[in-house]
């Protein structure tokens, strides 16, 4: 059988029904970046831009059918993984990566709420260790996403680039540790790109608001830009410059206060 030709990238996460994060934003992010988006959902929400009301995870044997049906037929040159609710969802996919090994997967640690609220039960974040980040190509953990990784505090900048060193020896081939939720009062975020060759500084400009859904799109943008060939340390800042123009596009789509990223407004710079 012919393999196609059209290069797909396939994400495992959480809908958001409210449109703003999870599955919706991945492709989104996908079809903006001009890859075929593939999904596999691994978490029902009921939610808008004021809360979240209810929470359904499918079986993990359904789960894993949804992500085989996916490579038995798709050229897949990357896999996002976000939000999964449970270690038996979380074994569900590391297995299915493992029969398929893909080329590359961005691992999106959705570990913590915005409110601060931890999603994880200790069993599914010990197992997110020992059978994700192993095969992770790259993990993108915000701040506390990285404290929980690592087990204690990340309050400077100067503690970011240890943690960032820390973060590889957990298994991922790349880390890129995200420093939006530092306060420093400083007029920049500073993003952390660490790989075997060092420790990359990707720098912007501090937004007045912040909006939901972009650390789905982060994750997105850089696995849709590995799925076409770019190599990971340049995917990782092309799409944390992606993310920035979004959020200057982001706008209120309900009546809470929750901004979203303008996906197609972008561009691709």
Do not use: W
């Not at 978490?43 to 995870?57: E, N």
């Not at 996002?80 to 609710?85: E, F, P, Q, T, V």
């Amino acid at each position: 059988m012919q393999t196609p030709s059209i290069v797909s990238a396939l994400t495992i996460a959480g809908s958001d029904s409210g449109g703003g994060a999870g599955i919706q934003a991945d492709l989104k992010t996908f079809a903006a970046h001009g890859v075929h988006g593939l999904s596999a959902i691994a978490a029902l929400t009921a939610q808008h831009t004021r809360a979240v009301t209810a929470v359904h995870a499918p079986p993990p044997e359904f789960l894993r059918a949804q992500i085989d049906a996916c490579f038995d037929d798709f050229n897949i040159g990357a896999v996002k993984l976000g939000m999964l609710a449970h270690a038996g969802l979380i074994h569900a996919v590391a297995d299915a990566l493992e029969a398929h090994a893909p080329a590359h997967i961005v691992l999106d640690p959705v570990m913590v709420a915005t409110s601060g609220a931890r999603l994880l039960e200790p069993e599914a974040l010990d197992a997110l260790r020992t059978r994700l980040l192993p095969l992770a190509t790259l993990v993108t953990p915000n701040l506390p996403e990285a404290e929980l990784l690592l087990g204690h505090a990340i309050g400077s900048r100067e503690a970011m680039h240890a943690a960032a060193a820390e973060l590889l020896t957990l298994g991922a081939r790349a880390v890129l540790l995200k420093g939006g939720h530092l306060e420093d009062d400083a007029d920049d975020v500073i993003d952390l790109y660490a790989d075997a060759d060092g420790v990359r500084v990707l720098r912007h400009p501090r937004l007045a608001e912040s909006a939901h859904g972009t650390g789905c799109t982060l994750a997105s943008a850089v696995a849709a830009r590995l799925a076409t060939g770019m190599a990971m340390a340049a995917a990782a800042e092309a799409a944390t410059d992606y993310v920035h123009r979004a959020l200057l596009g982001g706008y209120r789509p309900g009546r809470g206060d929750v901004r979203v990223l303008d996906h197609f407004g972008a561009g691709l710079a």
